[in-house]
């Protein structure tokens, strides 16, 4: 069992940075990890996710250059940093875990097999 639990959201300015964290009660070094993200009114979407050895990464098309996606298996924790971010970047922003099989089915939602209870980000512009 794994448990996530997100931290690192607030309120910034359009062109500003934030850096989330995916602390983990359980061992993250099992899993591939991803991030995902859902707007007000929106459907969820994924943003990020990275391999079970870090060594693969990937992001969609709308945060790529901007983003980065990390983990650390020392600190059992992963990590988003997202620079210059815009209005249409705020949501509610989640991590979850998949097995490793699944991070070449491109990190879809439905493969993942536990989900965090996300943190909210606000982008003013």
């Known amino acids: 069992q794994l448990q996530l639990v997100e931290s690192g959201g607030g309120l910034v300015q359009d062109g500003g940075s934030l850096r989330l964290s995916c602390a983990a009660i359980?061992?993250?070094?099992?899993?591939?990890i991803a991030w995902f993200r859902q707007a007000p009114g929106k459907e969820r979407e994924g943003v990020s996710c990275i391999s079970r050895s870090a060594v693969s990464t990937k992001y969609a098309d709308s945060v790529k250059g901007r983003f980065i996606i990390s983990r650390d298996s020392a600190k059992n924790t992963a990590y988003l940093q997202m620079n210059s971010l815009r209005p249409e970047d705020t949501g509610v922003y989640y991590c979850?875990?998949?097995?490793?099989?699944?991070?070449?089915?491109?990190?879809?939602?439905?493969?993942?097999?536990?989900w965090g209870k996300g943190t909210l980000v606000t982008v003013s512009s």
């Open positions: 979850a875990a998949m097995q490793p099989r699944q991070y070449h089915n491109n990190c879809r939602d439905r493969d993942m097999e536990f």
């Open positions: 359980g061992s993250l070094d099992y899993y591939a």
